[in-house]
């Protein structure tokens, strides 16, 4: 069973390093895949790479690292315990307005269908208890449409995905929605709503006694 899950794991991660199925593949370094304890039990999941993870091939490394440390440290959630990734694995980006170079920005509608089944198989994989996300582009993943995360973040909700019945309760994964943390930096009542949330994320973690 195991050495399945592996062999899985394996094919997973081999033939997303081929992938060419969106624009993305002709400007990326590398395809970052998600990294850390592939039997976690939370996942935390971003946007999308940026500068420091697309030259690494390594998720929330850079400026993202900050936002992981800050993340680790509110919750108490220890790093070897936790599975990092992103909704989407290639780095978007736009030509720099300062003339030359670029920038990263967000992915767009159609970029994120096209990675959408890598995410699918990556979780499906993983299987976790607890799902983070971080900002709308990883909680549209769970929801039909755009979300609005000022009425979203902090509302954690059950999600189950495709391929599990409806019987089986105790397979739900529960998400819970963040705001992304470049959405804090100018907004002092984003940040006071933000380390709520975390309070209540770890709360609930404590309860299911995944702390
Ligand atoms: S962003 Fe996703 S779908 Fe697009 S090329 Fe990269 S791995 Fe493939």
Redesign the pocket.
Known sequence: MQANRSREWQIWQDQ?LL???????QT?TR?VCGNGNAKASIVLLGE?PGKQEDLSGIPFCGQAGKILDDFLAATGIQKETLYIGNT???R?VAVSKKGSGFVNRK?QKK?QQ??KP?LAQELFLLDPQVIVTLGAVPLSHFIQKAPKMSQWHGRPFDYLPSYISEQNEKKKWLIFPLYHPAALIYDRKKVVDYQTDLYLLAQILREKELL
Do not use: T
């Open positions: 997303l992938c060419q199925a969106c624009v993305l593949c990326r395809i999308a989407v694995k290639c978007p992915p970029e096209a990675c890598w």
